[in-house]
């Protein structure tokens, strides 16, 4: 309930500041239509030569661009944005206001900034999903709706891990910003299913860039082609990395030395 009561103000806090700039809703969402428009063309063209695309038939795959935009619109609401500002207040020293306030540290500057006007693409992504489903014809069992959620939280609980890790980096390094451009480049290979790759590539996107648990994972999901092994192998991966971030986290405040270093 701590969590959520803090969340919940900084949400308030990133209304309050974007309020006073209400264009720049206008601005994300014509930018969110446009890259929607541009992948769903794309899958036009893709599909207008064939009838399906590694075993994946083209409303799966629409499905698919919408788990992508999901996933992409909450990492870009609160992750990125948090994690970019807590490599700055590290190397200019203003980390210590956090590290001064009475709650845990990580949780505060996990949750530090919120871009609310991202919030169109997780609509859009939620509308693509929802159409998806509809022209696939399917209903969604509470077996398969279950097997979603789980992912769902799983490949967010792997990519936060995996950012709050990189973002940690700050620590010891002077800047690491362009690490976190290598995360946003590869994430864009989400908008197709991760087994069309080479080998080499798959393995990239799995388990040194999580996508595949971010985006394929999920929409396999919503495709019923989700086994309850790899759901388990995601769930593992989530808490295996969780442990390590939080370690990795731990291990970096003994070595910063503040503002007055």
Same mark, same amino acid.
């Given at each position: 309930?701590?969590?959520?009561? @803090?969340?919940?103000?900084?949400?308030?806090?990133? /209304?309050?500041?974007?309020?006073?700039?209400?264009?720049?809703?206008?601005?994300?969402?014509?930018?969110?239509?446009?890259?929607?428009?541009?992948?769903?063309?794309?899958?036009?063209?893709?599909?207008s030569y064939t009838a399906s695309l590694g075993g994946w038939r083209p409303d799966e795959v629409v499905a698919l661009v919408g788990v +992508?935009?999901?996933?992409?619109?909450?990492?870009?609401?609160?992750?990125?944005?948090? =994690?970019?500002?807590?490599?700055?207040?590290?190397?200019?020293?203003?980390?210590?206001?956090?590290?001064?306030?009475?709650?845990?540290?990580?949780?505060?500057?996990?949750?530090?900034?919120?871009?609310? %006007?991202? @919030?169109?693409?997780?609509?859009?992504? @939620?509308?693509?999903?929802? #159409?998806?489903?509809?022209? =696939?014809?399917?209903?969604?069992?509470?077996?398969?709706?279950?097997?979603?959620?789980?992912?769902? #939280?799983?490949?967010?609980?792997? /990519?936060?891990?995996? %950012?709050?890790?990189?973002?940690?980096?700050?620590?010891?390094? #002077?800047?690491?910003?362009?690490?976190?451009?290598?995360?946003?480049?590869?994430?864009?290979?989400?908008? %197709?299913p991760v087994g069309l790759y080479p080998g080499w590539l798959r393995f990239?996107?799995?388990?040194? #860039?999580? /996508?595949? !648990?971010?985006?394929?994972?999920?929409?396999?999901?919503?495709?019923?082609?989700?086994?309850?092994?790899?759901?388990?192998?995601?769930?593992?991966?989530?808490?295996?990395? !969780?442990?390590?971030?939080?370690?990795?986290?731990?291990?970096?405040?003994?070595? +910063?030395?503040?503002?007055?270093?």
């Open positions: 309930m701590r969590f959520l009561r @803090l969340l919940t103000t900084f949400v308030r806090v990133g /209304v309050l500041g974007e309020l006073a700039y209400r264009a720049n809703f206008f601005f994300q969402l014509l930018e969110s239509l446009i890259e929607l428009g541009t992948a769903l063309a794309g899958l036009a063209i893709v599909f +992508y935009f999901l996933a992409g619109g909450c990492i870009r609401l609160l992750i990125q944005p948090s =994690m970019q500002q807590l490599i700055e207040s590290v190397r200019d020293g203003t980390l210590d206001f956090i590290l001064t306030k009475p709650e845990d540290a990580q949780v505060l500057a996990s949750i530090q900034r919120v871009e609310i %006007w991202k @919030l169109a693409d997780v609509a859009l992504g @939620l509308a693509v999903i929802g #159409v998806a489903l509809v022209r =696939m014809g399917s209903r969604i069992d509470a077996v398969r709706a279950l097997q979603f959620a789980a992912a769902l #939280v799983a490949g967010g609980v792997i /990519v936060y891990s995996f %950012w709050l890790i990189l973002a940690t980096l700050a620590f010891w390094f #002077v800047r690491v910003e362009n690490i976190l451009v290598i995360f946003q480049s590869m994430y864009d290979a989400g908008r %197709w990239a996107l799995t388990f040194l #860039v999580p /996508v595949t !648990f971010a985006v394929t994972v999920p929409a396999e999901a919503l495709a019923g082609r989700l086994g309850w092994l790899t759901l388990l192998g995601a769930g593992g991966l989530a808490v295996g990395l !969780f442990v390590a971030s939080r370690l990795l986290w731990r291990a970096g405040l003994r070595h +910063y030395s503040g503002a007055s270093a």
